[in-house]
């Protein structure tokens, strides 16, 4: 323990007081023998520019949370929901829109089918949502498909479904960015030229809210998810009760798709398949339950399965909802002379085009902008779980001072907003990239699920191994489907990145073991101490207290202690050694002439020596490369010192029986 014991006289003869010092006590409490935990002082900056960085963090992103306050930061169900299914609740703002743009090409015949299309993806939004419910009980730990296929199938399969999620995430914020700022446009379109910068800049202002944490994030996002849900609801009533009651619902006139095309095709099966895909993309988020489950309050598996479930019954409500309206509405989406998305005509005809109207526009966009918070949650949760695993830079693993995870947000937020700036805020350009890698997932997790209910065989593991089974025969199928209608329209590009991505999470992971292995110690046997000589080798540029300071550093290594001088100019250095032998007699200087003026490669060619002379049949010695450096009082001015030393030390890394020790010297040392 740290500290000592003083003991004090009483005020009474005889009395005996002990007062216990800790002068941990400020900083570490004792929890044990040979235990200190470190408290929040301990990792508080000391300079003043430390201190002022780290108010400007505390005011963006709140105070640093102990690990012990992660429980506090879990969400409830009602957090969970705005957090976790933002994204596939959103997407129904676009989903019908992709339905319509494609049977249009139809003509009025092909868009009276919108609702059946809407309905059949709604049915497959269903078995995918009760498949993903058992994911979400038998693994507690989170990871999703990625974790079900690496311990029911292999590594490399897992890879493809981790690969596949990644881009999807990725797509996820790119997607639902710009189409909430196409709801923005379409309210007022005056802010068209300015689409680009209001989408990257609300990528940046999602990142600051889940930089802060995720208890933060969900209170700033659940008011408008549920805002969105209830006039979007309220829209479908009472559109319905207009529609169904009333008779005001009207019909695609026979020439409707002349309006935006030269030429009709025909009504087939290909063009409703075509349809389907593109309609699909209402099911992307729905495997974002099953990878955060760690993220719930106890108890997380059955708290995320029913999440998952209201998730579900709410996207297909609305889904089949607002395609109802759209299509007896007869509404197709407008380019010129403004831009208008399907939902923004449904929400003008219900509401009119008052203030109900902004309001509901107002909704949806701000819950498009928060339905990339779910891959701002599931995203760096899949990167930790891969550096876990040793497939992507362990970086990705360490959480920030909110408990987040704080590298993975930067780089989903940087990805996304290279999207937005690539694609121009264009939704439709971004979709055909979107949804192929989620149902290639869909596949491989639904596959996991199969194998892993044949080898549990718990209780009720014929029905799961049923659902899971129907699951993955429907999955695979659309997987087929939508990756071959979208194959020319981008999708290829996805197909090229999964594997590519695999090869990346390969190769680190064999870096990783490689590194392994190389510093592996056997774990039987105690430890011995130093078996080999040592030396030490000072590059100096004179005498002064810096050398000095690093010269008695030096000698408390080693016996062997050498200086070593390179100059150009010998009258400088004979003058050096006389003085260096007057106040350092028992440390030999070296002077090394440079008549090229190099000063890096004649140190490195002095170690080499040094080792060639050395008998070979004798271990070669340990070479301690002492670097003296001189620590300014500044920041500003530390670019003026040390240079030499840093160019020295990368020329000295990864040397063979080369240790480099830095001596700072400070003033007062």
Known sequence: ???????????????????????????????????????????????????????????????????????????????????????????????????????????????????EVSIAISILLVAVAISYRQICIAYPTGGGSYTVSRRNIGRTVSLIAASALLIDYVMTVAVSTSSAVEQIVSAFPGLYDERVFIGVGAIALIAIANLRGLREAGNIFAAPTYLFLGSALLMIAVGAYRIVVLGEGSTYGPTIAGQLHDTVQPLTALLLLRAFAAGAVALTGTEAIATGVPAFKPPEARNAATTLAVMAALLATLFIGITFLAVNFAIIPIEFPEKQTVIAQVARTVYGDGVAFYLFQAFTAVLLFLAANTSFNAFPRLLAILARDGHMPRQFALRGDRLAFSYGIIVLASLAALLIIIFQGSTHLLIPLYAVGVFIDFTISQTGMIRHWLRERSPGWRRRLSINAFGAALTAVVAVIVTTVKFWDGAWLVLVLIPLLVGLMSFIHRQYELQEQELRVRDDGVLPGPHREQRVIIPVNGINRAVVHAVNFGRALARDVRAVYVTDDLDVADALRARWERQLPDVPLVIVESPYRAVISPVVAYLDILDQAWPPDKEAPLTIVVLPEYVARHWWDRMLYNQTAKRLKAALVGRDHTVIADVPYRRGH
């Open 1 to 115: 323990m740290i500290g000592g014991r003083r003991p004090l006289q009483g005020r009474k003869p005889g009395d005996r007081r002990v007062r216990v010092e800790r002068p941990h006590a400020t900083y570490f409490r004792y929890t044990g023998r040979g235990q200190l935990t470190a408290k929040e002082a301990a990792s508080a900056p000391t300079s003043p520019t430390g201190r002022a960085f780290a108010a400007v963090r505390a005011f963006f992103f709140g105070r640093p949370l102990a690990s012990e306050e992660e429980l506090g930061e879990r969400l409830s169900k009602t957090k969970a929901l705005a957090i976790f299914s933002s994204d596939a609740i959103s997407s129904s703002a676009y989903a019908t829109e992709e339905i319509v743009r494609v049977l249009i090409l139809g003509g009025a015949a092909a868009l009276a089918f919108g609702v």
